[in-house]
């Protein structure tokens, strides 16, 4: 008798960023710790050491309540949303900043479903908050219009049972890929709120998603670190990722026994992809 085994890489992010507010959220089995980044005392060139004028300062400490440990956690790119999820439920706050004080408002009560995330991401604008579901599914909560009447779920078009366990929104807040454990990635029209296409299936489980900032083209790299880009817009592969297939990529890359964890673009040379493992960075240059 054959039987089938399926391998889950669930990537988790332990410690969310938000540039825009200078924060760092740090995820522990039983509690989340905020913190505002320090400030140099001058600049340099890379490899300086620069002295400290400003040291990192821990605002707020959150513990879940009982002995249930957080799954994921998200803060949002504004800095004043944190969401979170144990093994039973989502939880929200709103945080306020005033002089040297820091306030935490619970707004749990406004999410639709109540029920445990894989997931958690907020969009680039701090506007809405996806949860990623069961059976593939995503829930849409609209933080502007905050109550239950504005919670959306996005479901596939397949009858999946699996979960959903990543999530990358486009920089434009237009679009959201979700990947799930049985290889499918669904593409969602956020303005619309409706599936708009899915991607090809690949036999090997996505272990990175990421939206392209500049072409709106969604990279994906998996299990056995071979590289796609779809473009979203037009519903298929690119001409640069069709191309790498037919010429393959270097037996060293495809060797290695580390996962790609992060895909990330260069914000001053739009066509360089920047990947990481655990152990190393690579910038992948579209036009080489």
Same mark, same amino acid.
């Given at each position: ?16 960023? !938000?540039?825009?507010?200078?924060? *760092? %959220?740090?995820?522990?089995? $039983?509690?989340?710790? #905020?913190?505002?980044?320090? =400030? ?119 009858? !999946?049972?699996?979960?959903?366990? *990543? %999530?990358?929104?486009?920089? $434009?807040?237009?679009? #959201?890929?979700?990947?799930? =454990? ?107």
């Amino acid at each position: 008798m054959a039987y089938r085994y399926k391998v889950r890489l669930l990537k988790r992010n332990l410690v969310c960023c !938000s540039r825009k507010a200078n924060l *760092l %959220l740090f995820q522990f089995p $039983d509690q989340l710790e #905020l913190w505002r980044l320090g =400030s140099p005392g001058g600049s340099g060139i890379p490899g300086d050491i620069l002295p400290i004028s400003k040291k990192p300062e821990k605002l707020l400490q959150l513990k879940n309540k009982g002995c249930d440990h957080i799954r994921c956690c998200a803060l949002s790119p504004c800095g004043t949303w944190i969401a979170f999820s144990n093994v039973y439920r989502v939880r929200l706050y709103r945080i306020q900043y005033e002089n040297d004080s820091v306030t935490i408002h619970a707004a749990s009560q406004f999410l639709k479903a109540q029920q445990p995330a894989h997931q958690l991401l907020f969009s680039a604008d701090s506007t809405k908050l996806f949860v990623a579901l069961d059976r593939s599914r995503v829930q849409v909560v609209d933080l502007v219009m905050l109550n239950s009447k504005h919670a959306h779920i996005l479901t596939p078009k397949s009858d !999946s049972l699996e979960p959903v366990c *990543l %999530l990358a929104v486009s920089a $434009d807040s237009n679009w #959201l890929a979700a990947a799930n =454990s049985d290889c499918e990635i669904n593409i969602y029209n956020l303005k619309q709120l409706k599936n708009h296409c899915t991607v090809p299936v690949y036999n090997h489980l996505p272990t990175a998603i990421a939206i392209n900032p500049h072409t709106n083209n969604l990279i994906t790299v998996h299990t056995d670190h071979q590289i796609f880009e779809f473009s979203i817009s037009e519903k298929k592969y690119t001409e640069w990722s069709r191309a790498l297939q037919q010429q393959g990529l270097h037996q060293h890359w495809l060797e290695r026994d580390t996962p790609v964890t992060h895909v990330t673009f260069n914000p001053k040379v739009t066509t360089q992809i920047i990947l990481h493992d655990t152990y190393m960075f690579c910038i992948i240059d579209q036009l080489l």
